[in-house]
């Protein structure tokens, strides 16, 4: 039997509104909420029973995902009262592991989108009789992410958090969110405190002398935490670009769900996703965006790399271009939001109200 931690308790302040009423695991990504595409992945790899660490609106995820069965895994819900970071969720929904002291058990970040051999990296920790292993990817600008030097071997040398300074990037290896754990070491991180696995739990092990290793596996991977990368997961998903038993329908350049209508003239490209109940009007032209369950998007609008909340309307003519509308928010016709812009959840743009000029 294999098990697996799934780290999904965090608030995902930087996908605001999008999370105000969703926390960011249960965003529908493909047409099904993201967390779907992990636990399809993880029982494909022969995960046969994953605890779910919640915490920021904790009551939506059994509902959904019930005990489990449906994916094929057995699913358990382990409740934060309060936040209690990487390692402390790791050690709080450890008690609701089965295996013994050296079993290996995975543990996934709840925001991250990769093509990761998650068997082969089981593997890879039981031949290197690790402590802890740890996936690593290779980025271009490591600033943003957590670095992890390692000597020919994959021994881990080190652990910088986030290099402010030139001198402290050393590598262009980063943390990449998944680690294979012997459970006696989990055991061994401090109860019912904040503990960050990445500032507190891993620096210790290496200081006292812990075998922790690295796998360098340069698949397709994406940090889910900003807008813009949650809209290109999706799409990326929906084309095939990575791989995932839970998209509810066959590749392509649009997945429209069931309910879901489409007029004609209408045109829906680059993994564009039109969720159940919603609706795309005549002449609107969608490309790489995810549209919501109930969402209007109005005749002759343009809406590229754009996320639409459940339940918001477009009028028509209006454009929107890596812009997020928030839940039952309303955009009137003849508006341009662009680069970035975001509108609440049930606020309300008059038509006409907001025009991008390049010059401005």
């Not at 999904?8 to 695991?25: A, H, S």
């Not at 995960?47 to 069965?69: K, N, Q, R, W």
């Not at 790791?90 to 008690?95: E, T």
């Not at 994959?154 to 290896?173: H, Y």
Request: proline fraction near 7%; include cysteine; charge should be negative.
């Amino acid at each position: 039997m294999l098990e697996a931690i799934l780290l999904v308790g965090g608030q995902g302040t930087r996908l605001r509104p999008v999370t105000v009423n969703t926390p960011k695991p249960m965003v529908r990504a493909a047409g099904v909420p993201f967390l779907a595409h992990q636990i399809a992945r993880a029982a494909a790899a022969g995960v046969t029973h994953i605890v779910m660490a919640t915490c920021y609106l904790a009551e939506v995820f059994e509902p959904y995902f019930g005990d489990g069965s449906d994916f094929g895994v057995r699913l358990e819900y382990v409740v934060e009262d309060e936040p209690l970071g990487t390692g402390g969720a790791i050690r709080n929904a450890a008690r609701r592991l089965t295996g013994g002291p050296e079993s290996p058990v995975l543990v996934f970040n709840g925001d991250i989108l990769t093509g990761l051999d998650i068997a082969g990296l089981v593997e890879a920790h039981k031949a290197a009789a690790a402590d802890v292993t740890l996936h690593l990817v290779q980025v271009e600008d490591p600033r943003a992410f957590g670095l992890v030097p390692t000597d020919p071997t994959g021994r881990v040398l080190a652990f910088t958090e986030k290099p402010q300074t030139p001198e402290e990037i050393i590598t262009d290896q980063v943390n990449a969110g998944c680690y294979v754990f012997r459970r006696s070491v989990i055991d061994s991180i401090p109860a019912d405190r904040p503990v960050s696995v990445e500032r507190e739990t891993f620096p210790g092990l290496l200081e006292a002398g812990a075998s922790l290793h690295g796998v360098t596996e340069n698949t397709y991977w994406l940090d889910l935490g900003k807008p813009e990368s949650f809209v290109q997961a999706s799409a990326d998903l929906v084309r095939g670009v990575v791989a995932s038993p839970a998209v509810p329908g066959p590749r392509g350049e649009a997945l429209v769900l069931p309910g879901a209508t489409v007029a004609e003239g209408a045109v829906l490209s680059g993994g564009t996703v039109v969720g159940a109940g919603a609706s795309v009007g005549a002449g609107a032209v969608v490309d790489g965006s995810i549209v919501l369950d109930g969402a209007v998007i109005g005749p002759d609008t343009t809406v590229r790399a754009s996320l639409v909340g459940a339940g918001a309307t477009v009028g028509p003519r209006t454009v929107l271009d890596a812009a997020v509308l928030g839940d039952g928010s309303t955009v009137g016709a003849d508006n341009e939001l662009r680069a970035g812009a975001r509108v609440w959840c049930k606020a309300e743009l008059p038509a006409g109200s907001l025009r991008f000029s390049p010059d401005s």
